[in-house]
């Protein structure tokens, strides 16, 4: 049991670094390595190690993330980066589309992936017309977050909430969207006030290298066949008892089979990584709830009034957790325990509002937020701890009694 406990708390402190301090195993690295620990040291067997990863999250996940893709390689997201930036608006209200961009892309698309294809169009946008690029990457990164929790596609840890609590596409939706949808003006609010002085270069900030990106044509043909079978997916989710699974993978076997795209430029554009790590970390997980460590835990947690299947109670533990160890392995790591009775939906809602919305007050809190910072970096655009922390924590704070009062009172 000793092995076992050590095991998973070096798989989670890479979680919470990014990184296995000493080493250069950064968090897929450590899920893959605790997985093969935990079979080398018989914490589980490779049969029940194979069972425990949840196969599936792992195919709706990988089916809706290719859906995401076919919106990248048809040139949709270079399309809509410049019809944003041909809008004649002030500052301020160039910051509001691009956070109703980010938030409503998400929402219907893994923000990860909506993260990946905007982020350097974002740069080049704001450049050309002498911006500040910072408030708006911060502001489409916040957005990303907040507008995914409001759906059951918009992001990894919405689709293992929703496979743990077999929750439905419209049960999420009615536990979420409000809030995700209201956390948008708030983003841009704290955002129009933290940089109501810094909107414009300066001799000082401005880039000698501007970034090159690459502009793509709209495949109009290509855009509407992945935005219709968008809709069949969403339709499918909603009205038929078919696994949401099969519906994404069939969704993704479509899209792949193409006469002008390459499937392996579709295929590169899925993160590998993310499923690698995810599928590690059930693993490591299961052979650590093998231990009863958990469920003593959560026994003693009660004892204090903590109860994880009360909504509000899952909803502040799952942001402190997601603050330390990123919001993708804390659901899955509070999902097995949860035992809901009727209120499936309010779990959800916690669980994915909680991580959604806590993700924005550091760096290492969120992919997107991971994407966003490293992305900008290569473009010769430095974005701070400090400067993510400093308008995401007030982000994060707001959003967060927000989806506390919703949790409280309307839930």
């Excluded at 509000?312 to 993708?328: K, P």
Aim: glycine fraction near 8%; proline fraction near 5%; include cysteine.
């Amino acid at each position: 049991m000793t092995l076992t406990v050590i095991v998973f708390l070096l798989v989670y402190i890479a979680m919470g670094f990014g990184k296995l301090p000493g080493f250069k195993v950064d968090r897929t690295g450590a899920a893959v390595i605790g997985a093969l620990a935990m079979m080398a040291i018989d914490s589980i067997t490779p049969p029940h190690a194979w069972n425990a990863i949840d196969y599936r999250t792992i195919g709706m996940l990988f089916g809706l993330m290719v859906v995401s893709a076919s919106f990248v390689v048809s040139g949709f997201y270079s399309w809509t980066a410049n019809r944003v930036a041909m809008l004649k608006v002030s500052p301020p209200i160039l910051l509001a589309v691009l956070i109703l961009v980010g938030g409503f892309l998400s929402a219907l698309l893994t923000n990860d992936v909506v993260v990946v294809a905007m982020t350097p169009l974002l740069v080049s946008i704001s450049l050309s017309r002498g911006l500040n690029p910072i408030p708006f990457l911060l502001g489409f990164c916040f957005a990303a977050n907040n507008g995914a929790a409001g759906s059951l596609i918009g992001s990894p840890q919405n689709m293992i909430a929703a496979q743990g609590l077999d929750i439905s596409f419209v049960g999420l939706l009615q536990a979420s969207a409000i809030p995700a949808l209201l956390s948008l003006p708030l983003t841009w609010l704290v955002l129009v006030w933290l940089y109501r002085n810094r909107w414009y270069l300066t001799k000082e900030n401005t880039l000698a290298t501007p970034p090159k990106t690459t502009q793509e044509t709209l495949n109009v043909w290509e855009t509407a066949k992945a935005g219709v079978i968008t809709f069949a997916v969403i339709i499918n989710f909603i009205v038929t008892d078919i696994p949401k699974e099969l519906i994404a993978l069939t969704a993704a076997g479509f899209l792949l089979l193409n006469r002008s795209i390459a499937s392996s430029d579709m295929l590169k554009l899925v993160d590998g990584n993310l499923l690698l790590l995810i599928m590690g970390l059930f693993v490591v997980n299961a052979a650590f709830a093998a231990t009863g460590l958990p469920q003593q835990l959560l026994t003693d947690l009660r004892s204090y009034g903590v109860d994880l299947n009360n909504p509000l109670a899952l909803f502040l533990v799952t942001g402190v957790l997601s603050t330390i160890v990123g919001n993708n392995p804390s659901v899955m790591l509070l999902v097995p325990f949860l035992t809901p009775e009727g209120n499936a939906d309010s779990l959800g809602a916690a669980l994915v509002l909680g991580s959604g919305f806590s993700s924005n007050l550091l760096v290492f809190g969120s992919l997107a937020g991971i994407i966003v910072v490293e992305q900008s970096a290569a473009y010769g655009v430095k974005i701070s701890f400090g400067e993510f922390s400093k308008s995401g924590g007030v982000v994060a704070l707001l959003c967060m009694l927000l989806a506390a009062a919703w949790i409280l009172f309307a839930l």
